[in-house]
């Protein structure tokens, strides 16, 4: 939870981020100039995150549902169906996020593994790829 506290200014959606979305085609074929500049997450990255967090908190409290049905009571016994469903539901979203994640950062952008195993990147890429938190950075 306290990495949500480091991430959640940098995570959140907003216009420019929307946008994006309405051009992550340039994205995905890397058109880098056709795209809208973005700040230190893309749009797809927040997307990303999001997923993450809400899919990692349903399926605790699926999973924990699930895993003591002794202590549940009979008259919920209708609620458990649910549960399997939305843990079914948040697990095939987190993997298949998980999936496009590692996809992305292994083939589709070069560099990417370097920066999230070393925790930087150099100018040029952020210039290339992060344009608007390029500029806030250096001022260039």
């Known amino acids: ?56 908190f ?14 549940i009571s009979f008259d919920w016994r209708g609620v458990r169906p649910v549960v399997v469903f939305i843990h079914e539901g948040a697990a095939l979203i987190t993997i298949g996020a998980f999936i496009i994640h590692v996809y992305m950062g292994v083939f589709m952008v070069p560099g990417s593994v370097t920066a999230m195993v070393h925790g930087y990147v150099s100018k040029d890429w952020a210039r290339a790829h992060h344009r608007l938190w390029f500029h806030q950075k250096t001022g260039e």
């Open 1 to 56: 939870m306290w990495m949500h506290h480091i991430w959640r200014g940098d995570v959140h959606m907003g216009p420019a981020d929307k946008e994006w979305l309405d051009k992550a085609k340039f994205y995905a074929t890397n058109q880098d100039d056709k795209v809208p500049p973005q700040a230190k997450y893309n749009a797809g990255q927040k997307l990303f995150y999001w997923a993450m967090f809400y899919g990692a």
């Open 58 to 71: 349903l399926l605790l409290f699926s999973g924990v549902f699930m895993w003591f049905p002794e202590y």
